[in-house]
Nanobody, 115 residues
Framework: QVHLVESGGGTVESGGSLRLSCTGV????????MAWYRQVPGKARDLVAS???????YYEESVKGRFTISRDDAKNTVYLQMNNLKPEDTAEYYC?????????WGQGTQVTVSS
């Protein structure tokens, strides 16, 4: 069964950094466009950053200059480096892998930024 497994969440003070990882299991990772989303209770899941199979990246406006998405296909892993974290970045973070026909989601990892 295909899995995406996230790790790296936690609690950090405002201004701190975290690096999230998402590793694919039983999947041709290099064929996936990858993305990170985040969700707070009662709100929709929002796109934070994405990276295509060719390495083209996109960032939501509020994280530009602070977050960096990258991928290592040899390790079946996508990363989200988060610097200068703010309390408003507090959310459950999910990775998504997409082919032309199907989306795969991880189980989520909680990020909490204290002020």
């Amino acid at each position: 069964q295909v899995h995406l497994v996230e790790s790296g969440g936690g609690t950090v003070e405002s201004g701190g950094s975290l690096r999230l990882s998402c590793t694919g299991v039983r999947i041709e990772f290099s064929s996936l466009d990858m993305a990170w989303y985040r969700q707070v209770p009662g709100k929709a899941r929002d796109l934070v950053a994405s990276i295509t199979v060719r390495g083209t990246s996109y960032y939501e406006e509020s994280v530009k200059g602070r977050f960096t998405i990258s991928r290592d296909d040899a390790k079946n892993t996508v990363y989200l480096q988060m610097n200068n974290l703010k309390p408003e970045d507090t959310a459950e973070y999910y990775c998504k892998g997409a082919t032309y026909s199907k989306d795969y989601w991880g189980q989520g990892t909680q990020v909490t930024v204290s002020s």
